[in-house]
């Protein structure tokens, strides 16, 4: 059967090695020059365990973490990862956490790190890990030899393609979605925070997390990295960020890392004035009218010839590759 999978983020690219492992003849289309080039890169690259969505649904995330980490090896990277619940605005007790970790079987050891601030309501260390981004799209490309690669250029629907599979991240997506243009700083820290990723949960929520591969931290903030942000069918982009989108990391007046160190540093000490390197800007997608639950599931849905994916965390990536895969099987015709 003949695929066109439109997007080769991490999700897209993913599927299109599965296919392609599974005997179908696949095309990749991506507008940009190379796979992974949008918001596959610019983030946080957390490998998600569950930890992060305590009032969600659990979903699975910590299986679809371990065949993350079965799937691209090389790419996932141990460190010291540790959650905190600030004494104020969270909307979760620390109680109510521990007692998610309980029930869903997620190790944690409580423990403060001298980085964290001794006045936090609960601290402690869990098993997550971080992914090299840049070792997934090696591993990828080499994966990608079977596939034919359209790079730098915009997919237009052909009818000699079985089914399409559209990997956008929300583009061509049939309801309506939140839009959210983010941004990703990276700063360098002082030798103490080497290795330490911490991550403020449902408060006033940021996180810092080592870059692999660099001495330098990604750092974000759930208010002041959100630049714009729309419900629609598309996002709205304000005119002076839309230089700046999936252009890598770009130093630029618009950034407020500032204001997203003044949230750090309410619960993280020896912050200080670290060195600013510069900043990634994406568009990110989520569901609407999901803050009671903050949830970030993966969805497919198929559709007569085209299978569309709404990619949630980096780590559902095998998995929704997997499934869609199976939906194309069903779809060949019989005799």
Known sequence: ??????????????????????????DLFDRHSDIMHGASMANCARLHMGYHYPRSPYNGMATQAAEFAERFPDAVVPGRHFYVIPKQGSLTSPEQFLN????HGLPYRTWRPPVVRSDVALCGQVPESLIDLNAVRTQLHGELRGVRLHLGRRFCDAPDFDITV???????????????????????????????????????FGCIDPLPGTDMHLLYD?????????????????????????CGVVRTAHTRVQAMLQTARGFLRGVGMPEYCGSMF??????????????????????????RILSGKLGAAPAAAREVAAMVREAVPVG
């Open 1 to 26: 059967m003949r695929v066109a999978v439109v997007g080769a983020g991490l999700f897209g690219a993913t599927t299109a090695v599965e296919l392609a492992r599974k005997g179908h003849e696949v």
């Open 100 to 103: 998610f970790c309980t029930l």
């Open 166 to 204: 559209l990997a956008t991240y929300g583009q061509g997506w049939p309801e309506s979605l939140r839009y959210e243009v983010c941004e990703v700083a990276l700063i360098r820290l002082g030798v103490h925070f080497a290795g330490h990723s911490v991550v403020c949960i449902d408060g006033p």
């Open 222 to 246: 759930v208010v002041n990295s959100v630049h714009a942000a729309n419900v629609g069918r598309a996002p709205e982009i304000p005119e002076h960020l839309l230089s700046l989108l999936d």
């Open 282 to 307: 994406t568009v990110r997608v989520v569901l609407p009218d999901v803050e009671a639950t903050d949830e970030r599931p993966t969805l497919i849905r198929p559709g007569e010839r085209v299978i």
